[in-house]
């Protein structure tokens, strides 16, 4: 599987492109000199300790965050205050949350017909084929119905990640998918993720499952204090870490 | 397995043993009293003491109620009927009833004007209130204002057609201008409602009402009860939506509709209403076109309108602040744009968690549209203090009068409280 995984492929092509970016809370710099190119296909796992800017970062990418400084390119759509670019741009990449953020008020099949509905302005009917399809992939078809208030956390996230296919979007941010959910729920959220991946999607993962990142990330990025340290291929970052903070947290989050 | 069974063993029961019924004092009534109404000897004397005054009270208001008097001239008459006994004297409510309920000056032969109006006001609200109605009925809604504003006040029906098209023309106008930009059809639509209704205006000949079919009612001489209900109806249902941009306003990016919207809110919220209405009584024709000599009845729903929107704004930003901050992030990292997030999450969400509270605020506007009779109109408090207490046969009938009202507003504003709690139960999708 992790062989498989690996030799996914990666195109030329180029996905997103930052630039010197730099951005502050008030006066505190969360990140610093941020340089980053990510290829059309590539997964790429992002990691480090908290507070290190790691889900600043990939909420910069969607401008749920604003950045101060350089430049974030997406899908040749350059980033800036320009509402019409942000709207693009949010269109063409999904978004899953650490808390799901489902929406209560709707059901299962409302919350992933919703945006295909108003911003692609699908016909109804076809929205809904298409929720269904992408809830048959995540293994939740019969849960349509429900409303997010009465499913498992793992199954939530699922359907979140539903939810963001359903606008066939090119690009997947995770921001610590896993992270609020039970120990038994983590696999069934993986699962789909992997799955995801092996179709080749491009994806940035900001998550502490390095078991996933081994199988299924082709680069691993290690943030601290808001600076990129380290990146590299999974093998190598795991095994041959370079930088002695990387060392420091692998050794603090596999050595027990 | 249940053959073998059968034969080898002398008797199988082939029924259930019927339930025995528990002992009297585990369940059923008597069990009941003992747990809630004699449960420790504190308990039961507090039962005793509250059965005492339970029965004080009936014993003393019932005969004074059943007793009542229906039918007489005057107060005078009805002692002498009662011949000493103490008994209420309904017959100022039998005598009264239209005043009560239309006001003293509405002509006589026109009452089924406002009576009809306000039964098509239950169709008209009927798909507002209960969503699950076919959606078509809203149609009705949108053309009742009109409708009932012809019913009551009557006069030339051009006005009411002309008030219809200009909003149906600018609501055109809106649709065309939206897709660029929401601003655009916003001001747009509302400069077309203008312009159509100026231009109507001089078309329209000054003696059209002298002949109309339904002789035309000045303000005025609207009162009783029904002016309560037109102030309350017509003020809750301006107030909620202002209420919602108000509080959108207030959360918003762009300094000046900020300010805007607090100073308004923070204004009106530190001014009692009986000020905002001696306003409108006194001050506020200083504020419109000389001669335009705008109504009366139309300043004080000005003036309760902004009262109680700015309370309800109050309430629905606790709404908005009760959101977790992941639902803007979802809406928004989904791409929908600012009037779709607010329209379609967190408005729904928003204005759930403020039922209670949007209904407090519309139960009270509507209790304190009795307040206009301190700016001599004569709603129904203004006609029981005011016409009915101060003539020679009534004087003197407080208790039947100011029951009689605070019964009305009972009625209604219960009816609003049982309904926000029926929308609870019906909107809740949390299954805690």
């Given at each position: 599987?992790?062989?498989?995984?690996?030799?996914?492929?990666?195109?030329?092509?180029?996905?997103?492109?930052?630039?010197?970016?730099?951005?502050?809370?008030?006066?505190?710099?969360?990140?610093?000199?941020?340089?980053?190119?990510?290829?059309?296909?590539?997964?790429?796992?992002?990691?480090?300790?908290?507070?290190?800017?790691?889900?600043?970062?990939?909420?910069?990418?969607?401008?749920?965050?604003?950045?101060?400084?350089?430049?974030?390119?997406?899908?040749?759509?350059?980033?800036?205050?320009?509402?019409?670019?942000?709207?693009?741009?949010?269109?063409?990449?999904?978004?899953?949350?650490?808390?799901?953020?489902?929406?209560?008020?709707?059901?299962?099949?409302?919350?992933?017909?919703?945006?295909?509905?108003?911003?692609?302005?699908?016909?109804?009917?076809?929205?809904?084929?298409?929720?269904?399809?992408?809830?048959?992939?995540?293994?939740?078809?019969?849960?349509?119905?429900?409303?997010?208030?009465?499913?498992?956390?793992?199954?939530?996230?699922?359907?979140?990640?539903?939810?963001?296919?359903?606008?066939?979007?090119?690009?997947?941010?995770?921001?610590?998918?896993?992270?609020?959910?039970?120990?038994?729920?983590?696999?069934?959220?993986?699962?789909?993720?992997?799955?995801?991946?092996?179709?080749?999607?491009?994806?940035?993962?900001?998550?502490?499952?390095?078991?996933?990142?081994?199988?299924?990330?082709?680069?691993?990025?290690?943030?601290?204090?808001?600076?990129?340290?380290?990146?590299?291929?999974?093998?190598?970052?795991?095994?041959?870490?370079?930088?002695?903070?990387?060392?420091?947290?692998?050794?603090?989050?596999?050595?027990? | 397995?249940?053959?073998?069974?059968?034969?080898?063993?002398?008797?199988?029961?082939?029924?259930?043993?019927?339930?025995?019924?528990?002992?009297?004092?585990?369940?059923?009534?008597?069990?009941?009293?003992?747990?809630?109404?004699?449960?420790?000897?504190?308990?039961?004397?507090?039962?005793?003491?509250?059965?005492?005054?339970?029965?004080?009270i009936l014993s003393s208001a019932l005969p004074w109620i059943l007793g009542g008097i229906w039918n007489a001239p005057?107060?005078?008459?009805?002692?002498?009927?009662?011949?000493?006994?103490?008994?209420?004297?309904?017959?100022?409510?039998?005598?009264?009833?239209?005043?009560?309920?239309?006001?003293?000056?509405?002509?006589?032969?026109?009452?089924?004007?406002?009576?009809?109006?306000?039964?098509?006001?239950?169709?008209?609200?009927?798909?507002?209130?209960?969503?699950?109605?076919?959606?078509?009925?809203?149609?009705?809604?949108?053309?009742?204002?009109?409708?009932?504003?012809?019913l009551l006040w009557g006069g030339t029906i051009f006005v009411p057609i002309l008030a219809l098209v200009?909003?149906?023309?600018?609501?055109?106008?809106?649709?065309?201008?939206?897709?660029?930009?929401?601003?655009?059809?916003?001001?747009?639509?509302?400069?077309?409602?203008?312009?159509?209704?100026?231009?109507?205006?001089?078309?329209?000949?000054?003696?059209?009402?002298?002949?109309?079919?339904?002789?035309?009612?000045?303000?005025?001489?609207?009162?009783?009860?029904?002016?309560?209900?037109?102030?309350?109806?017509?003020?809750?249902?301006?107030?909620?939506?202002?209420?919602?941009?108000?509080?959108?306003?207030?959360?918003?990016?762009?300094?000046?509709?900020?300010?805007?919207?607090?100073?308004?809110?923070?204004?009106?919220?530190?001014?009692?209403?009986?000020?905002?209405?001696?306003?409108?009584?006194?001050?506020?024709?200083?504020?419109?076109?000389?001669?335009?000599?705008?109504?009366?009845?139309?300043?004080?729903?000005?003036?309760?309108?902004?009262?109680?929107?700015?309370?309800?704004?109050?309430?629905?930003?606790?709404?908005?602040?009760?959101?977790?901050?992941?639902?803007?992030?979802?809406?928004?990292?989904?791409?929908?744009?600012?009037?779709?997030?607010?329209?379609?999450?967190?408005?729904?969400?928003?204005?759930?968690?403020?039922?209670?509270?949007?209904?407090?605020?519309?139960?009270?506007?509507?209790?304190?549209?009795?307040?206009?009779?301190?700016?001599?109109?004569?709603?129904?408090?203004?006609?029981?203090?005011?016409?009915?207490?101060?003539?020679?046969?009534?004087?003197?009938?407080?208790?039947?009068?100011?029951?009689?009202?605070?019964?009305?507003?009972?009625?209604?504003?219960?009816?609003?409280?049982?309904?926000?709690?029926?929308?609870?139960?019906?909107?809740?999708?949390?299954?805690?």
């Open positions: 599987m992790a062989e498989h995984a690996t030799q996914m492929q990666v195109s030329d092509e180029i996905a997103i492109t930052i630039n010197k970016m730099n951005k502050w809370y008030g006066t505190f710099h969360v990140l610093r000199d941020i340089d980053l190119t990510v290829n059309r296909g590539e997964r790429i796992v992002i990691c480090g300790p908290s507070g290190s800017g790691k889900s600043t970062l990939i909420r910069c990418i969607n401008a749920l965050e604003e950045h101060q400084q350089g430049t974030i390119e997406v899908d040749g759509t350059l980033l800036s205050s320009d509402l019409k670019n942000i709207d693009k741009i949010r269109s063409e990449v999904g978004m899953c949350f650490q808390h799901f953020n489902l929406f209560p008020h709707l059901t299962i099949l409302e919350n992933c017909t919703l945006a295909p509905i108003w911003v692609r302005k699908t016909p109804k009917k076809e929205a809904e084929e298409t929720a269904m399809h992408f809830l048959e992939k995540v293994k939740i078809p019969d849960q349509a119905m429900k409303y997010p208030g009465q499913l498992s956390g793992g199954q939530q996230q699922r359907v979140a990640i539903a939810r963001s296919l359903c606008m066939r979007p090119r690009i997947m941010l995770f921001d610590e998918p896993t992270s609020a959910l039970d120990p038994e729920m983590i696999k069934e959220v993986l699962d789909t993720m992997i799955e995801l991946a092996e179709e080749g999607m491009t994806m940035l993962c900001v998550t502490h499952e390095m078991g996933f990142a081994r199988q299924v990330a082709n680069r691993v990025i290690f943030m601290d204090a808001g600076q990129i340290v380290e990146q590299n291929e999974p093998e190598e970052f795991f095994n041959n870490p370079q930088s002695p903070r990387t060392q420091l947290f692998l050794s603090q989050i596999l050595g027990h | 397995m249940s053959d073998t069974h059968a034969h080898s063993v002398a008797f199988v029961r082939t029924q259930d043993v019927p339930m025995a019924p528990p002992p009297s004092n585990a369940a059923g009534p008597a069990k009941w009293v003992k747990d809630n109404l004699f449960a420790t000897p504190l308990n039961g004397l507090l039962t005793l003491v509250a059965l005492y005054f339970i029965y004080a005057s107060l005078a008459a009805c002692r002498d009927i009662l011949d000493g006994a103490s008994a209420a004297c309904f017959a100022v409510l039998s005598e009264r009833w239209n005043q009560l309920l239309f006001g003293f000056q509405y002509p006589d032969d026109q009452y089924w004007r406002p009576g009809l109006a306000f039964i098509l006001l239950f169709i008209a609200a009927a798909p507002v209130l209960f969503f699950d109605l076919p959606r078509k009925l809203l149609a009705f809604t949108a053309i009742y204002p009109f409708v009932a504003y012809y200009g909003v149906a023309g600018g609501f055109m106008v809106y649709q065309r201008l939206v897709a660029g930009s929401f601003a655009a059809g916003f001001f747009g639509g509302i400069a077309a409602a203008f312009v159509i209704w100026i231009i109507g205006g001089w078309l329209i000949p000054d003696d059209a009402s002298a002949n109309a079919m339904l002789p035309a009612v000045p303000s005025r001489y609207m009162g009783g009860f029904m002016l309560n209900m037109m102030l309350g109806v017509t003020c809750v249902s301006l107030s909620v939506p202002i209420g919602i941009a108000l509080a959108l306003g207030r959360q918003s990016s762009m300094p000046l509709i900020k300010w805007i919207c607090v100073i308004f809110i923070e204004f009106i919220r530190g001014v009692p209403l009986i000020t905002l209405l001696f306003v409108a009584n006194v001050m506020l024709a200083y504020f419109f076109p000389p001669g335009s000599g705008v109504d009366l009845f139309l300043r004080v729903v000005i003036m309760i309108t902004m009262f109680s929107a700015a309370y309800i704004a109050e309430v629905i930003r606790g709404g908005l602040a009760a959101l977790p901050k992941g639902q803007y992030e979802a809406a928004d990292s989904l791409g929908l744009d600012y009037p779709q997030a607010m329209r379609l999450i967190i408005l729904p969400q928003a204005l759930k968690i403020s039922i209670p509270g949007i209904v407090n605020v519309a139960v009270g506007l509507f209790k304190d549209t009795t307040l206009v009779s301190v700016i001599s109109m004569f709603d129904l408090v203004g006609m029981i203090r005011g016409p009915i207490l101060a003539s020679t046969e009534w004087n003197g009938v407080y208790w039947e009068l100011f029951g009689f009202a605070a019964l009305l507003f009972f009625i209604v504003c219960y009816g609003i409280s049982q309904y926000s709690q029926w929308l609870e139960r019906r909107l809740a999708t949390d299954h805690r």
